[in-house]
């Protein structure tokens, strides 16, 4: 069995994963989400929902600079009161 040195270890992939396990938010916990995390949360496509995020009165779209952002409380509700997008 190799040893791997304390180095070693800290520069490699795995500690990468596990570091990023520790730092992760649930996304059900977090007020803003990024247009990955909320195709991944919504299972809405990420072409569908920059074009939403488009729309003049989008009701759930966050600017932070030039990024968009989603408010995943608004969002919730957004797909709760419509049938078809």
Known sequence: MNVIANKDYTESELFARE???IQTVPLHSKVALTIREAAEYSNIGINKLDSLLR??????VLYV????????????KYISDNVEI
């Open 65 to 76: 600079g030039k990024k968009k952002l989603v408010k995943r409380k608004e969002f919730e």
């Open 19 to 21: 570091q990023a396990k």
């Open 55 to 60: 729309s003049p009165r989008c009701p759930f």
